[in-house]
Nanobody, 130 residues
Framework: QVKLVESGGGSVQTGGSLRLSCAAPSHTAKFKCMAWFRQGPSNEREGVASIYSGGRTIYEDSVRGRSLIFHEDDQITVILQLNSLKPDDTATYYC????????????????????????WGQGTQVTVSS
């Protein structure tokens, strides 16, 4: 198990932005897949966004168009930029990494299924007030 370290959570008002960061240990190779999940009051872990090492990204419907996932230049840090935040975005956000990829007509991609990820961070809290 590789320990991932998240940072960047916090409390904002509706419409605000947050930038979440996830870092893998520097001695690890670049993962094929990194993703962000969140767990809110329903206690279900929901996929938010994923990024394949080749660059293809996938977003959950409720965040598409107002979120961006990307690699930092070091290629072992992944950023999730959350914009136009809503109270429904309130949750604990978890970073995940793994090697399970899928293929479609658009090329390889990483899923938003928690079972496809082997390594997890401890979570960072995001709270959005109205």
């Amino acid at each position: 198990q590789v320990k991932l370290v998240e940072s960047g959570g916090g409390s904002v008002q509706t419409g605000g932005s947050l930038r979440l960061s996830c870092a893998a240990p520097s001695h690890t190779a670049k993962f094929k897949c990194m993703a962000w999940f969140r767990q809110g009051p329903s206690n279900e872990r929901e996929g938010v966004a994923s990024i394949y090492s080749g660059g293809r990204t996938i977003y959950e419907d409720s965040v598409r168009g107002r979120s961006l996932i990307f690699h930092e230049d070091d290629q072992i840090t992944v950023i999730l930029q959350l914009n136009s935040l809503k109270p429904d975005d309130t949750a604990t956000y978890y970073c995940a990494a793994g090697e399970s990829i899928r293929h479609s007509t658009g090329g390889y991609f990483c899923t938003l299924t928690a079972a496809d990820y082997m390594h997890w961070g401890q979570g960072t809290q995001v709270t959005v007030s109205s």
